[in-house]
């Protein structure tokens, strides 16, 4: 099996021994923030944190998997890779660029083979200031009797309600009012939370830990589920700002896309976890995307994800019918091929290898 085959995962236990051993090979401390709860097989789940650099150098960059618990399977797989690969890490420190990786920002739904995590919440919708009036999707509200039946497989009377709803309103319009994040029903699709996660907690102290004393930092958050398969879309992943958008694209090219303008095939999204790097390094130029792999055709992901709520809220659901839910899920995340894998390592390196090309001009 080639180095790249064998970077990635058949389970979470796997991908963090993965993780672990590549940065004992690299001859790297791993920093352990263990989540409260066990995996699905019963082992110890954590946020794992390798920095390779010095602790005041002025360039950090991030890259960080698993914001959706099983996108894991996916981000696990590059990071390990890239802790293996010696040219790569000579080229940041040579560029004199700290790298630091956080692997399984949510552990639970890497291990139990969710997006969400043990709160049914939706990180990438967490980041908010709970002191103000959260955001209200009125539209989700709309689908949400649609989006999780009483039966599962959906019979065909629930077929025939959504496949009206995106005749009549789009795929654009359907996938907004899901996707874009809610606050009101907590065992809902994309529920953001009515305050912040046991991942959004520690991301923060690992950002103020170890971005206070950069003065630029970047930032490569891995997922998967839109766009065509193995294609890695870059989307810009900051404020909406002309100068860090013109960076992003003087880094990573003119095809960065961007939730502000419309460019991208994700919705437009709020409390965003990327927004932390203002809040906990106010001192730093700021510059991230998200690296979106696509996977399978956007109906059948919403489907995968309609099937992992029903099946969590509904325990008593057979052996059989588990299995292929789960099945389904991970279909929707992760293609296990080895092209697919490898069209994903090499994308990911080069994006990597573009930022810190990026940070060491600034």
Same mark, same amino acid.
């Given at each position: 099996?080639?180095?790249?085959?064998?970077a990635f995962?058949?389970? !979470?236990?796997?991908?963090?021994?993965? *993780? +672990?051993?590549?940065?004992?090979?690299?001859?790297?401390?791993?920093?352990?923030?263990?989540?409260?709860?066990?995996?699905?097989?019963?082992?110890?789940?954590?946020?794992?944190?390798?920095?390779?650099g010095?602790?005041?150098?002025? %360039?950090l960059?991030?890259?960080?998997?698993?914001?959706?618990?099983?996108?894991?399977?996916?981000?696990?797989?590059?990071?390990?890779?890239?802790?293996?690969?010696?040219?790569?890490?000579?080229?940041?420190r040579?560029?004199?660029?700290?790298?630091?990786?956080?692997?399984? =920002?949510?552990?639970?739904? *890497?291990?139990?083979?969710?997006?969400?995590?043990? &709160?049914?919440? #939706?990180?990438?919708?967490?980041f908010?200031? !709970?002191?103000?009036?959260?955001?209200? %999707?009125?539209?989700?509200?709309?689908v949400?009797?649609? +989006?999780?039946?009483?039966v599962?497989?959906?019979?065909?009377?629930? &077929?025939?309600?959504?496949?009206?709803?995106?005749?009549?309103?789009?795929?654009?319009?359907?996938?907004?009012?899901?996707?874009?994040?809610?606050?009101? *029903?907590?065992?809902? =699709?994309? *529920?953001?939370?009515?305050?912040?996660?046991?991942?959004?907690?520690?991301?923060? %102290?690992?950002?103020?830990?170890?971005?206070?004393?950069?003065?630029? +930092?970047?930032?490569?958050?891995?997922?998967?589920?839109?766009?065509?398969?193995?294609?890695? &879309?870059?989307?810009?992943?900051?404020? #909406?700002?002309?100068?860090?958008?013109?960076?992003?694209?003087?880094?990573?090219?003119?095809?960065?896309?961007?939730?502000?303008?419309?460019?991208?095939?994700?919705?437009?999204?709020?409390?965003?976890?990327?927004?932390?790097? !203002?809040?906990?390094?106010?001192?730093a130029?700021?510059?991230?995307?998200?690296? &979106?792999?696509?996977t399978?055709?956007?109906?059948?992901?919403? !489907?995968? =994800?309609?099937?992992?709520?029903?099946?969590?809220?509904?325990?008593?659901?057979?052996?059989? +019918?588990?299995?292929?839910?789960?099945?389904?899920?991970?279909?929707?995340?992760?293609?296990?091929?080895?092209?697919?894998?490898?069209?994903?390592?090499?994308?990911?390196?080069?994006?990597?290898?573009?930022?810190?090309?990026?940070?060491?001009?600034?």
């Amino acid at each position: 099996m080639s180095s790249v085959q064998n970077a990635f995962p058949k389970s !979470y236990a796997q991908a963090r021994q993965k *993780f +672990l051993d590549a940065a004992a090979a690299a001859g790297l401390q791993v920093q352990s923030h263990a989540h409260p709860l066990p995996g699905r097989d019963g082992e110890s789940l954590a946020m794992d944190v390798v920095r390779e650099g010095p602790a005041d150098a002025k %360039n950090l960059l991030v890259i960080s998997s698993a914001c959706h618990g099983v996108e894991g399977y996916c981000g696990s797989g590059v990071q390990v890779h890239a802790l293996h690969d010696a040219a790569w890490r000579q080229a940041a420190r040579e560029a004199g660029v700290a790298v630091l990786y956080i692997h399984a =920002l949510n552990p639970h739904g *890497f291990s139990h083979v969710r997006r969400v995590t043990h &709160e049914n919440v #939706d990180i990438n919708r967490n980041f908010h200031d !709970y002191s103000q009036p959260l955001p209200v %999707n009125t539209a989700y509200r709309e689908v949400q009797p649609l +989006l999780l039946p009483e039966v599962w497989p959906p019979d065909a009377a629930n &077929e025939a309600a959504v496949g009206q709803f995106i005749a009549e309103r789009g795929m654009p319009a359907f996938q907004a009012a899901v996707s874009g994040g809610q606050h009101e *029903f907590a065992d809902g =699709l994309f *529920f953001g939370g009515r305050g912040p996660t046991w991942s959004n907690l520690t991301l923060r %102290n690992v950002l103020r830990e170890h971005g206070r004393a950069c003065q630029r +930092l970047a930032w490569i958050d891995l997922h998967t589920g839109l766009g065509p398969s193995g294609v890695g &879309e870059r989307i810009f992943a900051c404020a #909406d700002d002309k100068p860090a958008l013109a960076r992003a694209k003087a880094w990573w090219g003119q095809g960065v896309t961007s939730i502000y303008d419309g460019s991208s095939t994700s919705a437009y999204l709020t409390g965003l976890m990327w927004t932390a790097s !203002y809040d906990e390094c106010p001192q730093a130029e700021y510059t991230g995307i998200a690296m &979106e792999y696509g996977t399978q055709p956007m109906e059948k992901v919403m !489907y995968a =994800l309609r099937g992992d709520h029903w099946l969590h809220k509904h325990p008593e659901a057979s052996p059989a +019918l588990r299995q292929q839910i789960k099945q389904d899920l991970m279909d929707a995340f992760y293609v296990d091929t080895d092209t697919w894998r490898q069209q994903i390592v090499d994308q990911a390196m080069d994006a990597m290898q573009q930022a810190v090309q990026g940070l060491a001009r600034s």
